[in-house]
Structures are given as structure tokens and as C-alpha cells.
């Protein structure tokens, strides 16, 4: 397997919108320039982690329906590659929790427990978004007391954070339900379907940003700029292709994260 199949096996767009995610979350919540870049390392890490890990797990699934743009498909034997890769990027994130110590170490080394949990066995369930929520609820948390002597994160933060969580989820399984179906994974955006998922993201991701507002409570006309480009971008996903739609949902998040930052809540 060569370098650029392993890293196309980690997920590269969500592990990079995910690490930047925490990284300016840290940055907004007042981290300094290291502390920062601590943080995007072992949100990065966990990242590989999840993400080799997950594609692990699906090599013969994406096998069976000849998912080309998954790595494992074409070339079985990198399996084993993926795996240790996997392992490996998982020790470092587990070392790293113990490094950031008590509280903050205790909530991300949960979001990643809670994030390997979706890869298996709650993928297939109709409890399949609950590891999403879980995941950046505690992520949130994670940056927030990772800072010496800080407070946990605003419950509004907390709640915004799975939201998106959740959008992300069903958004993300949209282009992909056939063939899951195919090979029995019934979590929940395949029960709901495409349309109905994409119903519900759409819906998430509009409660997201009016939670982001309530709180941050910035400038009225920020606030309007950010719902409307919110419900523009969700407009954009519903009638484009289906993995166009996910890119939608981080700009959406990108939106809220800047708007964030700039109106000084955290």
C-alpha cells in the first residue's frame, strides 16, 4: 500500500475539517499559539485513528460493492497496513489524553471510545448517531477544559456541537445508503432514507446556528448574515449532488465556528 492509499484510507476531508474544528475552537476559547497546536495533534490523531480504523473494519463490505474511492477495495491485502496504522495513531491518542491529564484527558479519551464504538457494533443500529453526539459533545468539552484551571464549556456550546454532530452523520451516509443497505448496515440514515436524512440534517444544522446565536449573542447583523448563509448553503445541499452536500454542511459549521470566534463568547 503506498503513502497516498494509506492516507486516502484515514477519511482525509471529515479528519481535516474535524481537527481544524478543534483547532480554532481552542483558539477562539483563548489557548495560546502551542496549547493550540496541542490540541489539533491529538484531535489529528484520533482523526487517523478513527478513520483507518473504520475503513479497517469495512474492507470487505466496500470490497463486495466495488467502492473505488475506498482504498481497501481494490487492494485487500493493505488491510493489515490500515489496521496497524490504526493501532498505532490510537496509542498515540490515548498517550496524548494521559499527557493532558485530569479533566480534559477524560473527556477526549471518551470521545474517542465513543467514536470507535460507531465503527463497531453501533454503525449498524438505529442508534447510530448517538456515538456523533457523543463524540463532539465531548470533544467541546475537551478544548474547554483543557486550559489550566477553566470551566467546563457553555451548555449552549455543548449542544451546538452535537447538532452539527448529527447533520454530519446523516449527511455523510446520504451518497452511500445503497450500498450499506447491500451489505447490512441499517443504522440510521438508512431507516430514514435519503430524503427524510436529509429533512433531518437540514433541521440540524438550522438548530445549530440559532443555538450558536442565542449564546454568542452577537451583533444582529452578523447573527442574520450567519442564519442566511446558513439556510443558502442548505438550499445548495438539497439540490446538488450528494457528497456536495456534506461539503455544504462544513461550510455551514465553518460559518458557525467563525461567527463564533469573532463575536468573543468564548
Known amino acids: 500500500m503506498s503513502p497516498l492509499q494509506l492516507l486516502r484510507a484515514c477519511h482525509p476531508l471529515p479528519a481535516l475539517a474535524v481537527t481544524a474544528f478543534g483547532a480554532l475552537l481552542a483558539a477562539g476559547m483563548g489557548h495560546s499559539p502551542a496549547s493550540t497546536a496541542a490540541v489539533a495533534v491529538t484531535v489529528g490523531l484520533s482523526q487517523l485513528s478513527v478513520g483507518w480504523a473504520n475503513d479497517a473494519l469495512d474492507a470487505a463490505r466496500d470490497a463486495a460493492v466495488g467502492r473505488t474511492d475506498k482504498p481497501l477495495a481494490g487492494d485487500p491485502a493493505g488491510r493489515r497496513t490500515v489496521a496497524v496504522a490504526a493501532a498505532v495513531a490510537t496509542v498515540g491518542t490515548v498517550a496524548a489524553c494521559l499527557a493532558w491529564g485530569w479533566p480534559a484527558g477524560a473527556w477526549f479519551l471518551a470521545a474517542l471510545v465513543s467514536a470507535h464504538l460507531y465503527n463497531h457494533p453501533l454503525k449498524a443500529t438505529p442508534v447510530s448517531v448517538v456515538p456523533y453526539l457523543v463524540s463532539f459533545a465531548c470533544l467541546v468539552e475537551f478544548v474547554s477544559t483543557a486550559r489550566p484551571g477553566a470551566p467546563a464549556a457553555p451548555g449552549w456550546l455543548v449542544a451546538a456541537a452535537a447538532l452539527l454532530a448529527g447533520a454530519a452523520h ?82 455551514v459549521a465553518a460559518v458557525d465556528l467563525v461567527l463564533l470566534v469573532l463575536s468573543g463568547a468564548l
Open 170 to 251: 446523516l449527511l455523510n451516509a446520504v451518497p452511500d445508503l445503497a450500498d450499506d443497505a447491500a451489505t447490512g448496515i441499517h443504522g440510521l440514515p438508512q431507516r430514514l432514507g435519503a430524503r427524510r436524512s436529509l429533512v433531518v440534517a437540514s433541521v440540524l444544522l438550522l438548530a445549530a446556528t440559532i443555538t450558536l446565536l442565542a449564546g454568542a449573542r452577537p451583533p444582529l447583523w452578523a447573527g442574520l448574515a450567519a442564519l442566511g448563509t446558513a439556510a443558502v448553503l442548505i438550499a445548495v445541499g438539497w439540490y446538488a449532488a450528494p457528497r456536495t452536500a456534506f461539503r455544504a454542511l462544513l461550510a
